[in-house]
Every structure is written in structure tokens, then in C-alpha cells.
């Protein structure tokens, strides 16, 4: 199913939700709408499976027009980030709860609920209640559910957001992995960046209502359209200043810029992995720690004369090497986005 989205508007009393967002899905995608918690994705999401009424725009799927078609009547799947099973329900019969509301045979219902079962990783667990289930046996059930009717369209608000961290990680390659298998076009909301570029072929970017960028997660991490793409993914540094001589200042650092008159205030973007740093004792800057991440390693230094900065290195990268805290080093960025202030 493709999905069109055109001039979507929504508010809730003062509170503009959606502004003037559109955007297209092509047939067997999996998008992921990524964005801080209250911009405006869950809301989208509801108003494509028509839980929510948008106050202007249209959604259309697959060339129909859909704003005044009834949620049971969209094809569409949607789970929720708290499960929302049915307690007094087996596994078996929550996933086959949708068919059985559809009058579907139950010699057809069964078997359906078994194939679901058996790609599900959930065999066995079929005469268990949600309670005597682990976080991620529940999430799996609720996808069951919302694919037992074989939905056109997916949507997932937030799926993992109710498991521990590891758990949340299997979850997502199990996610790639059924998508790949079922090609069931799909929409999920998250507002965690490794989550979306770990699973998703394109990414969204919803900030206050308003969709800021789409691409692929290279695209949104090379090329940031705007300052808020650039400092809401990937670690990043984030300093105003004033471009000189075609270089923004921080301290006693000086930032090669592009495409910037000189005499522009700027709010200068400098990812973490976009820097360099030597061991000098007559440095510009000095290490107040050294934060070690598995086989990262995190650097931050206090320039003189600026603020601080935030590096970040393979563990056994030749650049942290003999860096502690206390000691001076010279650091250079490598690559940096510089975005003019508007005053």
C-alpha cells in the first residue's frame, strides 16, 4: 500500500500539533518517523489509521482518498507502545481476536493464528495469559495481533518503548528481519536516532508539527538540512559565533566555514567524530575526562578562552593515545556545519 499525505493540519485547543505536513510512501517501505516526544508524530500516525480527524489535509492510500473512511475499513495494523493485549485472553486468542470480530471461519482463524505463532517465535506460548509473559513476548503478540487480519499498512507508535534496552535490541532486528520477510509497508514512531537508522529504509525527521527532513539515515546524517536536523542526530557540539576571515571562533579554536560572509553570527555544528586531538603540553585546550563506552572512548576538553567540546574515538584510536585527564592538547575539526542566526 503507498501512502500520500497531503496539507496535513492539526490542533488541540492553542497547541498546533501537525503544521502543514506532506509527504509520500511508496508500496513495502519501512519509514520511521523520528522526532522529540510531543512534535507531532503519534498524532500523523493516528490521523493515517483515522483514530484522530485531521482539521485540514487528506490522506490517501493507495490512490484513495481515506478522511472519512472508517478505521475498520483502512487495512491498516496499528500497535501501541503499551501492548494494549487483553489480560483475561490467551496468546492465541488475542492474536485471533481481530478475525474472530470479522466473523472469519475458525478452522481459518486457527490456522492463522498458528502460522503467526510459528513466525513469531511464540509456539508453545500459545495457552499463556499476557501476565506470565516477558515485555518482549507481549510486543510480539501485539504485532501478531495487528497482522493476523493481513494488514496493508503497518503503523507502530513507539513499539519498543515499554522494554529494558537489551530487549529493545532484539526487538529491532526482529522487526527488519519480519518486514524483509512480509513486506507489509510500515510507519514507526520513536523518538530514539539508533533505533530509526537501525531498522528503517528512510527516515523522517518531525520537529514542532512540521516534517524538517526525509532521507535515507546517510542523508540525514551527512546532510543535515537544518540546525535542528544536525543537533538532534548524532552527538554533536553546538556553538554561536561570528565568522571571520571565512572562520567561526570558539575560544582560541578556529573553524574552517563554507559559504558564510564574514561578519555573519552563526550557530556553529561540530559532530563529535568530526575532530581531531594530539597531546601537546603548550595545547589550546585541556582533558577534564576521559569517558570510556565499550569500545569508544569520549574526550572532553575545556578550551581556553571558549567553553568545552566533546570528541569521540575508537577505544584504540591513535589519537586518544597517552590522552588523560589534566593533560593539554591542540584539537582541529575536520568537518563542520555552520547555520546563519536569524534575528
Request: hydrophobic share 40%; glycine share 10%; charged share 30%.
Amino acid at each position: 500500500m503507498s501512502i500520500r499525505v497531503e496539507n496535513l493540519r492539526k490542533r488541540f485547543g492553542s497547541f498546533v500539533a501537525v503544521d502543514d505536513v506532506s509527504f509520500r510512501i511508496e508500496t513495502g517501505e519501512l519509514v520511521a518517523l523520528l522526532g522529540p516526544s510531543g512534535g507531532g508524530k503519534s498524532t500523523i500516525l493516528r490521523i493515517i489509521a483515522g483514530l484522530e480527524k485531521a482539521d485540514s489535509g487528506t490522506v490517501v492510500l493507495d490512490g484513495e482518498c481515506v478522511d472519512d473512511v472508517h478505521p475498520r475499513e483502512r487495512q491498516v495494523g496499528f500497535v501501541f507502545q503499551h501492548y494494549a493485549l487483553f489480560r483475561h485472553m490467551t496468546v492465541a486468542e488475542n492474536i485471533g481476536f481481530g478475525l474472530k470480530v470479522r466473523k472469519v471461519d475458525k478452522t481459518k482463524r486457527d490456522a492463522r493464528v498458528a502460522e503467526l505463532l510459528h513466525i513469531m517465535g511464540l509456539t508453545g506460548l500459545e495457552k499463556r495469559f499476557p501476565d506470565q509473559l516477558s515485555g518482549g513476548q507481549r510486543q510480539r503478540v501485539a504485532l501478531a495481533r495487528s497482522l493476523a487480519p493481513e494488514p496493508r499498512l503497518l503503523l507502530l507508535d513507539e513499539p519498543f518503548g515499554a522494554v529494558d534496552a537489551k530487549v529493545r535490541e532484539e526487538l529491532r532486528r526482529w522487526l527488519r528481519r519480519l518486514h524483509d520477510e512480509m513486506h507489509v509497508t510500515s510507519i514507526f514512531v520513536t523518538h530514539d536516532q539508533e533505533e530509526a537508522f537501525a531498522v528503517a529504509d528512510r527516515v523522517m525527521l518531525i520537529h514542532g508539527g512540521r516534517l524538517e527532513q526525509s532521507g535515507t539515515p546517510l542523508d540525514i546524517l551527512d546532510t543535515p538540512a537544518t540546525e535542528f536536523v544536525a543537533r538532534f542526530v548524532g552527538e554533536a557540539n553546538v556553538y554561536d559565533s561570528l565568522v571571520q576571515g571565512g572562520k567561526a571562533r570558539v575560544g582560541v579554536l578556529e573553524v574552517p566555514v563554507k559559504h558564510v560572509d564574514d561578519g555573519t553570527l552563526v550557530r556553529l555544528v561540530v559532530r563529535c567524530y568530526d575532530i581531531r586531538i594530539w597531546r601537546v603540553d603548550k595545547g589550546m585546550a585541556t582533558v577534564t575526562r576521559v569517558l570510556p563506552f565499550g569500545d569508544r572512548v569520549k574526550i572532553e576538553a575545556a578550551i581556553d578562552g571558549g567553553t568545552s567540546i566533546l570528541a569521540q574515538f575508537p577505544r584504540r584510536s591513535s589519537f586518544v593515545q597517552g590522552v588523560e585527564t589534566g593533560c593539554r592538547i591542540d584539537i582541529e575539526v575536520t568537518h563542520a556545519r555552520a547555520y546563519p542566526v536569524v534575528r
